[in-house]
């Protein structure tokens, strides 16, 4: 395996299914562009005349569209940002913030990221979408589901004020989970 020698930049993008690594080579001499998603190649193109432009490609299991963007800043320096879904990279996790929870836990010696996403009411545990029942109950709903032979349910429960709108919360073996911070 070639060193990698034009590295230049380097994210960490959290989404439903993990957090995924993206890494990005730009040879500026050879006009060399290559772009790995978790270690695993994803573009590689050869002797490109023109430097700046954009690199597309898809992220996890949910093929969620990506863009490096390469822009000259001055002389031979390059700028690189990446985009999720059109939006800047800070941009897309402040809208994630809103729109999913996720709950980090260890059951049994194993770290599971669990992630709720609030729209779909989507349910994902280390990658993989989850068996689900919801149900409603007195004040609110509850989504079950198991991981590793633990029950599960995350309570949403309206927080009676407008601006906060539904609390979610994950309970485990009826232990409640804090939210993680990503």
Same mark, same amino acid.
């Given at each position: ?51 700046? !432009? ?110 906060? !709108? ?17």
């Amino acid at each position: 395996l070639e060193k990698m020698t034009d590295l230049v930049a380097v994210w960490e993008v959290a989404l439903s299914d993990g957090v995924h690594k993206i890494e990005f080579e730009h040879g500026t001499t050879s006009g060399k562009r290559v772009v790995y998603v978790d270690g695993k190649e994803e573009i590689r193109r050869e002797w490109m005349f023109k430097l700046v !432009g954009k690199e597309t490609f898809t992220v996890g299991a949910t093929k969620t569209k990506a863009a490096i963007n390469i822009d000259a800043v001055s002389g031979f320096a390059y700028e690189y940002t990446l985009e999720i879904n059109g939006k800047s990279l800070k941009k897309y996790m402040e809208n994630r913030l809103k729109t999913t929870n996720t709950w980090i836990l260890n059951l049994g010696g194993t770290d599971y990221r669990i992630v709720l996403e609030k729209d779909t009411m989507d349910v994902w545990c280390n990658g993989q979408k989850m068996e689900t029942a919801g149900e409603f109950v007195e004040d609110g709903t509850e989504t079950h589901f198991t991981v590793a032979d633990h029950s599960c349910c995350i309570k949403a429960v309206s927080s009676g004020k407008r601006k906060e !709108g539904i609390i979610h919360t994950l309970i485990v073996d009826n232990r409640e989970i804090p939210e993680a911070v990503e």
